[in-house]
């Protein structure tokens, strides 16, 4: 054995386990974790409920660009926007070639509750003795306010206590800590230490949310502190879990998995044992118990019996009938909501534009819950029963992710400014929509989600939260795009659990853009007749060539040939970094479009930027000036907003993003850049959704050789580890 640097031996290669060997351990592993302790059920329920809301809290975005030490060359966290560098805490002695900061995400919960700084003067003798322990340490000093944001007034003393606390802070990663906690502690920082075991397993259930996942099971996570050279696995997670801050569950396989697993018909049902956060479990937990509730608790309403009621008929009754819905559904929230029968729902489903409206209407009648699903063109589906669930009386809105969603509804439902669609985040914030009932509940009778996809766990426990019981709740969109940018992979659990109602759209997607969808959608990637050169395939030999051709479309050959505007066309690619990725991509586009010293901050005015406030949610704007007080800058919706210059660092170009940033919106022209490098991070999911951006015109720019035809083929999307699914089939055997 060798010392590794960070205190923990190196197991040399003949101390290495054969798989039995590693299988039997992981074994042994799983039954100690049975066989723990197990504690109240309320107990466990308040103390991660206590984890939740601290982590929630402090909640602060990533930041470092995820994508600098990824595997994928050039490539992004799903979902993640290209974030701000953060320093790294140097490992002691500072090695030759420091290790580049990786994300630290909000939802690591500190070790205690931080208690609040009530001054000026006190806040700044904390920052300063934060900072004393953290330059000790080895540590950046800039660490120090957010040591004081995630540890309160504690902070110093917690460092000194506890230096892996560090783990928790932005842009530290293990071996970081490890230097910190060397120099804090010397000799006393062992590999083994119960401090490193409590601060690690929650750090990779964290790099796994950052991946989309809910839980990982136990063995992932004894193999990745394996790696990090913890000597007693189960030890630390052990630990971690009587902590509180990690809980275990075990789960039932079924179908493939319980087959893969060797299970026997006749013997008992093979299990795994999963670990999740505490605040990400409770919400997995709570997003399916409301779910169910919502199930429980509807109650359809039922046809009047009075003889008249049916006598007085034809268009003209319909259109006061309409009328007086729509009236209804702008009264107050105190009034007591309507409940159309079942005739009334059927006259209604009836007189829909379509047949898939209609059945979508139908299933909503009789459910409370509805899963939609379809393409661009199927959007008007949900606009129809809106606009029929109004006519009947219902407050009923719809919620979208971008504010381009939500306009392109609202021409949709031929309502225009007025139209009941707001976006998500105006929903749940109250900026928009029918506001919210005496009892804190949103104001309404029917909530229709679109760009369901892209709810993840958190958000998706927020929404059915804000739900009075006895609401109906309809998602709806398009299964083979992206999924969310935070864990989980709500939609998609929700349709293989098949707890309610699913109607799939009968609309296509017209023209040869959506033929070409269509056709990677069900694994085909074949050429398509675009008499119109709505879509142009173009090959390049290495990422240099692909990107001056995709600069060229973008610059002159889009605009020149189709009259589309250089500002209405994007740029696509799969990662911030690389050759071909977003950073050079835009360095390109800005020499060729709007060239500039980058006078305010690095940018200039005309400046295509994206403000991302949040994971998962972009803002495509333009540059108008700059002075001492920001940027100011003009939103595709025609709003402006000055963002101040601390807030500056999270803005990027916008000429060019990622696929995972385009989610939500479309523009009439799209270049899709595909470099040679990007070939193990293809996925058919993300060719469907970068190919759909497009409305009028599509071109593909592709060094990628045959990784393109094969991941649209063989590689459906990245699998995500998640308990929703196993959670619903366990509750919900009759639910539906």
């Known amino acids: 054995m060798t010392d590794t640097g960070n205190g923990a031996p190196e197991v040399t290669a003949g101390a290495k386990l054969t798989p039995e060997a590693k299988a039997a351990k992981f074994a042994e592993l799983a039954q100690r974790i049975r066989g723990m302790q197990p504690e109240d059920a309320a107990d466990r329920a308040a103390r991660a409920g206590a984890a939740r809301a601290e982590a929630s809290m402090a909640e602060a975005p990533a930041e470092e660009d995820p994508t600098e030490e990824a595997p994928e060359p050039g490539g992004s966290e799903p979902g993640e926007p290209e974030p701000a560098a953060a320093a790294p805490v140097p490992a002691a002695p500072v090695p030759a070639t420091p290790v580049a900061a990786a994300p630290v995400p909000a939802r690591v919960p500190a070790p205690a509750a931080p208690a609040p700084v009530v001054s000026d003067r006190q806040r700044e003798e904390v920052l300063r003795a934060t900072v004393e322990v953290l330059t000790a340490g080895g540590a950046p000093a800039d660490l120090a306010a957010a040591a004081v944001a995630a540890l309160g007034e504690e902070a110093p003393a917690r460092l000194r206590e506890d230096p892996w606390a560090v783990l928790g802070l932005p842009g530290v990663r293990p071996e970081h800590a490890d230097g910190f906690a060397r120099e804090l502690l010397g000799a006393g920082a062992g590999p083994g230490d119960e401090r490193r075991a409590r601060a690690l397993v929650p750090w990779l259930l964290e790099q796994a949310a950052l991946r989309g996942h809910s839980a990982l099971e136990l063995a992932e996570v004894a193999v990745g502190l394996d790696r990090l050279r913890m000597p007693e696995p189960a030890t630390a997670i052990q630990a971690a879990v009587e902590d509180g801050r990690v809980l275990s569950f ?70 006061e009938d309409a009328e007086a819905g729509a009236e209804a559904a702008e009264g107050s929230a105190q009034q007591p909501p309507a409940a159309p029968g079942p005739a009334a729902w059927a006259a209604a489903a009836e007189a829909a534009s379509s047949s898939s409206a209609t059945a979508l209407i139908k299933a909503v009648a009789e459910h409370a819950l509805v899963l939609h699903t379809g393409g661009e063109a199927a959007r ?54 029918p506001g919210r009932a005496p009892d804190g509940t949103l104001a309404l009778d029917l909530l229709v989600v679109l760009d369901a996809p892209l709810l993840d766990v958190d958000l998706a426990a927020v929404v059915l939260e804000s739900l009075a019981d006895g609401t109906r709740l309809v998602l709806s969109g398009d299964p083979g795009q992206l999924w969310s940018a935070g ?23 017209f023209g040869p853009i959506g033929e070409l969808v269509s056709g990677v959608g069900i694994g085909e990637l074949q050429p398509v007749e675009a008499p119109d050169k709505e879509v142009v395939i173009l090959t390049a030999k290495d990422a240099g060539e692909a990107v001056h051709r995709a600069v060229q479309l973008l610059t002159d050959s889009i605009p020149r040939a189709l009259g589309i505007p ?40 005309g400046d295509r930027v994206v403000d991302s406030p949040t994971p998962g949610v972009t803002r495509p704007a333009r540059v108008l000036d700059g002075d001492a007080t920001g940027l100011h800058l003009e939103y595709a919706d025609g709003s402006h907003r000055t963002v101040p210059p601390a807030e500056a660092a999270r803005l990027r170009h916008g000429w060019a993003l990622t696929v995972h940033q385009a989610v939500g919106r479309r523009w009439p022209g799209a270049v899709v850049v595909v470099p040679e490098d990007a070939a193990q991070a293809l996925t058919r999911q993300w060719v469907y959704t970068a190919f759909g951006r497009g409305e009028r015109h599509l071109s593909v720019v592709h060094a990628a050789g045959p990784a393109l035809v094969q991941a649209v083929a063989e590689r459906q999307a990245q699998s995500r580890t998640t308990r929703l699914r196993a959670v619903l089939a366990e509750n919900a055997a009759s639910a539906y």
Do not use: Y
Request: contains cysteine; proline residues 8%.
């Open 487 to 509: 864990p989980g992979r709500v939609f998609a659990d929700l349709l293989a659990a098949k707890a309610c109602p699913a109607v799939a759209s009968r609309t296509p997607d």
């Open 380 to 433: 008007a589906e949900p606009a129809a029963l809106v606009a029929a669930a109004r006519g009947l009386g219902l407050r009923a809105w719809a919620a979208t992710w971008t504010d381009q969603g939500r306009d392109s509804l609202a021409a949709l439902a031929e309502a225009g400014a007025g139209a009941p669609v707001v976006t998500l985040a105006e929903l749940l914030s109250g900026a928009a929509g």
């Open 250 to 319: 075990q789960e039932e396989l079924t179908g493939p998995e319980a087959h893969a697993a060797g299970g026997d018909e006749e013997a008992e049902a093979p299990t795994r044992t999963l670990l999740a956060l505490a605040g990400l479990a409770m919400a997995e937990d709570s997003l399916a118990e409301k779910l169910l509730q919502l199930m429980a608790t509807f109650v359809p309403g039922e046809d009047a019996e009075e003889p008249g009621d049916a006598e007085e008929s034809g268009p003209a009754a319909d259109s």
């Open 566 to 605: 250089a500002e209405q066309v994007v740029l696509l690619t799969p990662g911030h970094g690389g050759p071909a990725g977003t950073r050079a991509l835009n360095a390109a586009a800005k020499a060729r479009l709007n060239p500039g010293p980058g006078r305010f901050g690095g940018f200039d005015p």
